[in-house]
């Protein structure tokens, strides 16, 4: 059967004071009504139900996640006590999935993409689901043709081409990943295009995955495996803070994927936007005749190419402002030249500097 | 005796959203710890007691007025039901000053400007008040040397001289009065060097006022005693509310001082400041190494020549910003290219037309 594991504990700061570390990317309604992990489940609708849905977050984060996804029974929400990348969060889900499903297939994705339609996306996840019954030892990736020469993803360079159905979504062995390249280098991979943003996305049997991480990953398994084993007697909280921490923190990409042999990427037939900032907040949003993207109350004057984005009833008004970035929050405004948004990050690190803790 | 005259009533919409309706200007601590009234009324200690203070706001902000101003009794506070100008607030005030001191000598002076040192003030209003005394006809007015060519002041030419005591301001006879002149002329007027700005404080008997506005506003003059002679008794308010209402407004230059024959103009020794904006603020608050203001919680990134108004522990953070104005109050944020301050009043006008009276 088929399983969705979705990632939910990221802890963004580059939608900071939006964002908090109570209240991270993926909890925020910031492409639209819904907020992306909402999205990112109801997405699943139709494909997988919610019973067969695991939510992995940190527990800090499982009450928020909870209240936004009232579909999901509580055995579906997880909280990680502490972070430690992908690969511990995927074996763990592995585990669990395996307990009552020995053949389960996992589609596991991050919460805090925007992907649409979600026809094609589902249309995608079955497409992949098919690679791998009839190749079970498959990992099945998911890439994105690149639109520019960008520096903040991975790459998959895409080998031999596989037989496809008619319709379906283009799919070839991975020749190789490639780590986040220089500006110079991107180019270079999007002139060649042969190579496709690693989308994070992932399709494998849950049998699969665990004996790669068995041979590459044993310790971390071997702490896995005991939480897993606690998971339903009354020692779970306790194994799972003890043996999660000791796991040493590492990707599925680094853990698993580079090393193995059988690996797909399917073109993603889907649009796919990671939402790396406010600027891909505009985008989603769209903009008005002055370039301007609006969430919250504003009265512009003279204003253009500026994105503000405001709680509540609080009004903003802008005059004179030509791309610059506003997001007001009840008690912190970040008022930002917009093409400095990538250094969002560092007005976080200050404030954890000043130990203004409360505004993080 | 000397009364002071502070006119209270001002709705200025220039600092907007840190100034509002039911808060302008002269009640908000802009240059300092203190409101710009608390200020106005602590500058005269020692040259007027209290009990000769008169007040005149506005009757919606007499509450605000009368919190600031624990130390000014009930008797010194009036609050006009409408807004006529400075020609009628100065004559009532007249008449209630003199119903208990028919000599009474008045020192009249806005409420929302910067003054100081206050031992230069009261020596500039004491050489006044003397200057009345050795004749009581007399309408003595203050000028402001200029430091450039303003378009937004009333301009005073300097006539003939008078003999002034050693160490006392410079007193001319005004040979005219100007209106706000265009940039042009305002030049010319710097160039020639015989024009002060007109600060708007006056000293004068009266008395003098009084039959002054007898001679050219009868009418206004009619009303105004009409409410005086209602003041102490039950039908004050219906009384002044009616009357204050039917009067026209008018300033007390174009109602008097321009057709007055003996008028002196001293002036003055201190500094002064009409604070017409938020970078006259800067000026008065001093900016940083990077050329700021700040007032509240803020953290700056790589933002030079700004000035943050933030209320209570909000904090504002900015990075990448040159010239900007970041007003942040818990309902509503401005955020404007500083170099167009003076067009925060289009804020205001286009909130009202709007109808986001809420925000006014």
Known sequence: MLHAI???????????????????????PLAGERTLLEDTVARLEGLVPPERVLVVTSARLLDAARRQLPQVPESGLVGEPCKRDTAPCIGLAALLVSRHDPDATMAVMPSDHVIAPAAKFQDAIRQAAALVEAAPGRLVTFGIRPTYPAESFGYIQQGAALAVAPGAAPAHVVARFREKPPAQVAAEYLAAGDSLWNAGIF????????????????????????IAAAWDGPDREAVFAREFAAIKGISIDYAVLEHAADVVVIEAPFTWDDLGGWSAVARQRGVDAEGNTIVGRHLGIDSVRTIVHAAGDHLVVTMGLEDMLVVHTPDATLVADRTREETVRKVVAELEQRGWQEYL
């Open 6 to 28: 979705v990632m939910a504990g990221g802890s963004g700061t580059r939608f900071w004071p939006a964002s908090r570390a109570a209240l991270p990317k993926q909890l925020l």
């Open 203 to 226: 399709v494998w049997k849950a049998a699969t995955i665990l004996a790669a991480l068995r041979e590459r990953q044993p310790d971390c398994l071997a702490h896995l495996e005991r």
